[in-house]
């Protein structure tokens, strides 16, 4: 599976953004998908994550209310909704692929695009 992230950019706080995440493949309902961000000096962290038939969804706590996952398999899209940014969402925000379940672990994932830059001044 080949991962593309897309749709990152400067923004002021409280604007909102929509990241998309294109995968390459016909099973791309088979895969759980999700989101990591990693700002300048920190660790990765998790941000949300979503099955494969959507039915399950999670997302880390300092997102909660703000940011929705979602998907269309049939364009073999994932995507991320932010609303409401802050300064602190600043980070390179990265797309990931796992066939082994949903996971909001960076570990569980086996496939990972590229990254896209988010920059939220305030």
């Not at 990241?19 to 759980?32: K, V, W």
Request: aromatic share 12%; proline share 1%; charged share 15%.
């Amino acid at each position: 599976v080949q991962l593309r992230a897309s749709g990152g950019g400067l923004v002021q706080a409280g604007d909102s953004l929509r990241l998309s995440c294109a995968a390459s493949g016909r099973t791309f309902s088979t895969y759980s998908m999700g989101w990591f961000r990693q700002a300048l000096g920190k660790e990765r962290e998790f941000v949300a994550s979503i099955s494969g038939n959507s039915r399950t969804v999670r997302y880390a706590d300092s997102v909660k209310g703000r940011f929705t996952v979602f998907r269309d398999n049939s364009q073999n899209t994932a995507y991320l909704q932010m609303s409401s940014l802050k300064p602190e969402d600043t980070s390179v925000y990265f797309c990931a692929a796992t066939g082994r379940g949903i996971s909001s672990q960076a570990a569980g994932y086996d496939y990972w695009g590229q990254g896209t830059q988010v920059t939220v001044s305030s």
